[in-house]
C-alpha cells in the first residue's frame, strides 16, 4: 500500500497485513448489520445475526449489553479481530446515538480508517455529518457504503452529490447500482469490471460474481433487462466521465471516499468494500505522543488505553481496559510500565475480542486492540510502555451538555452510590462532580439517554435503585491557572465549586453571564470546556 510518507521503512509484515478501523454512521442506517455481515464473511460467525431478531433468527454479537438488546441500538463502542484473506481486520462498531457521541469521539482516535454507512433513501444525516467532521481533524481516511439500496433509494448521482457538498469531499464510484427497490439487480464493479448478481433468496450468500470485458460485453444482455442496461451504460459513462478516479494517495490523506452500494442485510456488496479495505485501506499509522511520535515499525511495545467497560462479564464486577497497540510485537505474560503510576505491570491475561466473547491473546501486534482486566489501574487516556515515558495525546474529555443530581434510592447505600459512579466515571461513561458544599453527586452527560443507561446498569450491576433528579447548573468547566489566583477564585465561588473524579477543579454554572463574569473579574484563571485525558 502507499505510504503517507515515502522515507518510512517497509512494515513487517505481520503488522503491513492489519487494517483496523472503525464504522460510523447515523443510528439505522445498517451500521451493526453490516458488522455482522463481514464477521460472517471473516469466517468469525457461521449465520449472521439480526438486530431486531424474530424466532430462529440470531441476535447481532456486538450489541452486548441488555439495553442494546432491547433498543436494538448500540450504546457502547465493541472490538471485534478476525481474518478475511491474508488480511487481519480489527473493526471497532461505534455508537450510532448522538447521546453516545464521546465514545465514538475516543473511539476514532484509536483506528486508521473510517468506514461510512450511509442510507440510500436518506443520504447523509446530522449525525453522519458530526462523526465525519471528527474524522475530518484526524484527517482520517474514509471509504463509503451506500446501504439499503434493494429498498426505494434516492437517485446515484443525487447521493454523490449530497456527500460531496455536504462534507466536501471528493467521491468516486467503486461500483454502480443496477436498478432501485424491487429492481435492485445487483452492482457493476467499475474497478474490476465485474458483474456481481444478487441473490433475493438466501440472506447470507455471497452474491455471484460474472466476469466481463467492459460494459458492451455482449453477455451483458443475459442478466440484465435492456432499459436497465441502457441506463447503466448512459451512468457509468456519465460517472467517469464527471467524477475522479480512485487515487490511493488521495484516499489516504482523507481528501477522497471511495462509495460501495449494496444491501447488508441480503450480504450484497459487503465482499466488495471489504476487499477495497483490505486494498486501498492504511496500514497502521505512526500515533502522536509527547515527547515524539510512535511509529508502527519500533521494536519495542507501546499501546495506550481509549476506552475502559466495567462489569462486562457482571459476575465478575471486572473492568477491561481497551488497549490499541501502536508499535512492536506484544506476548503475552510481557512486563509493562504503566507510564502514570511509573510502575511495572505484567499483562498474564490480555483478551482479543469477538464482541462480548473473547479468548486470550498469546500475541498482538501493532495495530490491534487488546483488552486488559484491570480492577482500576487503567484509566481512558494510558500509556503502557517499554520502560520509555511517552504519553499519548489527543484523546479528548468534553464539558457535559446535561447536568442533574443523583442520588441513592436508600440512604444508607450512599458510599456504594459513589463507587459505582466512580467506575462509570473512569469508564467515560459519564461525569461525575463531588461539589464542594452539600452532599450527593452531580452527573453530567452529552445526552439524555445516557442518563436512562446509566440508571439501569446502576440498577443491573449493583443493585442499587437511583434517581435522577434537575439541577441547578446547566454547565461545567475546567478551571485551570496560576494557583493562587485558582485559590483565591475557589475561596471566593465555593457554591459553584466541585471536583471530578481525577479531583480537578471543576466550576458549575447557571448561565453564560457566569463565564462572562469569570473571565471579566479573574483574567488569570482559565475555563474549559475539554480536557485532554493525560494525566
Known sequence: MLDHATNRPDLPPEIARRRTFAIISHPDAGKTTLTEKFLLFGGAIQMAGQVRAKGEARRTRSDFMQMEKDRGISVSASAMSFDFRHFRFNLVDTPGHSDFSEDTYRTLTAVDAAVMVIDGAKGVESQTQKLFEVCRLRDLPILTFCNKMDRESRDVFEIIDEIQENLAIDVTPASWPIGVGRDFLGCYDMLRDRLELMDR?????????????????????????????????????????????????ALLEGTLTPIWFGSAINSFGVKELMDGIGTYGPEPQPQAANPRQVAPEEPKVCGFVFKVQANMDPKHRDRVAFVRLASGHFRRGMKLTHVRTKKPMTVSAPVLFLASDRELAEEAWAGDIIGIPNHGQLRIGDTLTEGEAIRAKGIPSFAPELLQSCRAGDPMKAKHLEKALMQFAEEGAAKVFKPSIGSGFIVGVVGALQFEVLASRIELEYGLPVRFEGSQFTSARWVSGDKQAVDKFVNANKQHISHDHDGDIVYLTRLQWDIDRVQRDYPDVTLSATKEMMV
Open 201 to 249: 433468496a438466501d440472506r447470507n450468500r455471497v452474491a455471484e460474481s460474472i466476469e466481463l470485458k467492459g460494459l458492451d460485453d455482449p453477455r451483458m444482455a443475459d442478466h440484465i433487462p435492456a432499459d436497465l442496461l441502457e441506463k447503466l451504460r448512459e451512468e457509468v459513462e456519465m460517472a467517469r466521465e464527471l467524477l475522479p478516479p480512485l487515487d490511493p494517495q
